[in-house]
C-alpha cells in the first residue's frame, strides 16, 4: 500500500514558485485528507503544525456540533481550504495596500529576494512608472542575484552591490523594500541574514523602510535581540540534525528591530509595526 509522503508533496508544491508557507500548508491538507485517525485528538496531534491550531482547530464550536469525527473532519478541511485560499489572495491584497507605494524617479534598495518586492515593483512597471532599484547580493546564496534576473527581466533597471557597499549605496536611495520571513508581536522582522544591517543603516540615515509581508506570517514572539531567536529560526533542519558546531555555522536569518522599520504593507492594508501585536490578540482570543 502505497504510504504519503508529506515531505515529497511538500517538495513537489514550492517547485511550482508557491511560498513555503503556502506548500506546508498545502501538504498538511493533503495529510489530513489521507490521516488514518479514529479521533479528533488523535487528529490535532498528528498535525503539528502552528498554523493548523491558529486557523483550523479555532472552529471550535463548530466541532463541539458536530454528530462524529467524520463530521469534525470535514469541517477541519473546510476551514483549511479556506485558510489556504485567503493565504494565496493575500499577494494581490498587498499589491493593493501598495499601489502609491512606487513614485517615479525612485532610487530603491533592496536586500536578498522577496516575491512580494518583486510583484509590488513589477505592478509599478506595469502603470508606467519609472524607477530604479540596488539589489544587494545577499551572501550567503547570492539570492540577491536571482533577484536582480527578475527585475531585468520585467525591464526595470538595477545594479547588484556588495552587502558590505550598503552604507556607501544608502545615501543615494529614497527608499528601502524588505520582504519577511516572520513578523514578531512588536512588528521587528526576521528575516535573511543581513536585513538588519540595511534597516539600521537606512534608519541611521532617514531613509524609509516598508516591509511587504503576509499576515499570515504573523508570530507570537517577541526576541530581545538576534542571539535570543531559536536554533530552528537561524539554521537549516539539515544543519540542526547533522550535529554541526553551530558557532561555525552561518545564520540564516537575523531580527530588525520595529524601530528600524516604518510601515507593513500587508493583507490587511499599511500598518505601523505595534498593529501586530493587536492583531494577534484579536486572533488569540
Known sequence: MNTFDISEYFSDQIKDDKSPAIAAMMALMESMRQDKSTTLQ??????????????????????EQAADFSSCREILLRRGEKFVKNMQESRKK???????????????????HSRNVLAVMTEAVKQGRQFSVFVTESQPDN?????AKALEAVGIPCTVILDAAVGYIMERVNAVMLGAEGVCENGGIINKIGSCNVATLAHMKNKPVYVLVESYKFIRRIPLDN???????????????????????????????PDNLTLLYTDLGVLPTSAVTEHLIKLYT
Open 42 to 63: 488523535e487528529f490535532i496531534v498528528s498535525s503539528g503544525s502552528e498554523l493548523f491550531m491558529r486557523f483550523i482547530t479555532l472552529a471550535h464550536r463548530e466541532l
Open 227 to 257: 542571539s535570543s531567536l531559536p536554533k530552528s529560526y537561524l539554521h537549516k533542519a539539515s544543519v540542526l540534525n547533522y550535529g554541526s558546531n553551530l558557532e561555525l555555522e552561518h545564520p540564516q536569518v537575523d531580527y530588525t528591530h
Open 143 to 147: 539570492s540577491g542575484r536571482c533577484m
Open 94 to 112: 498587498i499589491l493593493r495596500s501598495s499601489t502609491n507605494l512606487i513614485k517615479d524617479g525612485m532610487i530603491i534598495l533592496t536586500h536578498s
